[in-house]
């Protein structure tokens, strides 16, 4: 399961000091587009709803059950780093974490 909340808009660039800022990205368009598989058929074949895979897609997750984790990568045959990266804190940020 991805649970999500809704968060301020952040244009990209943003210096990320809103502690709410999410700097882990997914790219499942880019590992669904490699693979050939629609986001559609990706929720047909893990059982995770559309809705689901899309909060992910648009990183608005606040988490990722390891059972969901596993789904996805089973099906896409793909390790967890390929579906996510860390954007590091700009320079001058400051987090209020």
């Given amino acids: 399961m991805v649970s ?11 210096s990320g000091t809103d502690a709410r800022v999410q700097r882990i990205r997914c790219h499942l368009d880019e590992v669904l587009v490699d ?16 809705a689901n895979l899309s909060i992910l897609k648009n990183n608005r997750a606040k988490a990722v059950r390891f059972t969901t984790l596993t789904l996805i990568c089973e099906v896409l045959q793909a390790q967890p780093a390929e579906l996510f990266t860390f954007a590091p804190q700009e320079v001058g940020s400051v987090s209020r974490m």
């Fill in 35 to 50: 693979r050939g598989m629609t986001r559609t058929e990706l929720a047909a074949r893990t059982g995770i709803t559309i």
């Fill in 4 to 14: 999500s909340e809704h968060l301020p808009a952040v244009p990209h660039g943003d």
